[in-house]
């Protein structure tokens, strides 16, 4: 960006005013769901950021961890969310579950948590009454037209 303000690092401020259409932000660095609790308000952050910006989910480290260790947590985690097209939780924890496996310490794949909803978005549904209406109204129109079918045979 050839903006002078612009400092090239994403800020929490910055991150507010995104509208993000992501599934998935993943903050793979160390302490990334940590933040400063504010009374009432809980812990603000990056990850209550990009929540707000719209991101459904977010995944986090909760503490330090190493970069080889990260890095082979987010190869199995990509593998299995991409290419295996897993939903997130279960591709989080087929990682953590194979990092386990290979002796790694609870300290080193621990830490990445996912937070926010892991679900896909619902689907807008018509209220119950919208259906109760319809319904009344299908049985009102079907005994008017057998009213009527009766009426033209006595006529």
């Given at each position: 960006d050839e903006n002078p303000a612009e400092d090239g690092i994403l800020q929490t401020h910055e991150i507010l005013r995104l509208d993000l259409a992501a599934e998935l932000v993943v903050l793979s660095a160390c302490n990334t769901g940590l933040g400063r609790i504010a009374g009432g308000e809980g812990v603000l952050g990056l990850t209550r950021a990009f929540l707000h910006a719209g991101a459904p989910c977010v995944l986090l480290s909760l503490w330090e961890v190493g970069d080889r260790a990260t890095v082979d947590l987010m190869d199995a985690f990509y593998r299995a969310h991409i290419?295996?097209?897993?939903?997130?939780?279960?591709?989080?924890?087929r990682a953590q579950l194979a990092s386990l496996a290979s002796g790694a310490s609870v300290h080193e794949w621990a830490p990445f948590i996912l937070m926010g909803s892991v679900a896909a978005p619902a689907r807008a549904s018509w209220p119950a009454a919208l259906w109760i209406a319809i319904l009344v109204g299908l049985f009102l129109a079907v005994r008017w037209a057998l009213r009527a079918a009766a009426r033209s045979r006595r006529a």
């Open positions: 290419e295996e097209r897993l939903p997130v939780d279960v591709a989080l924890q």
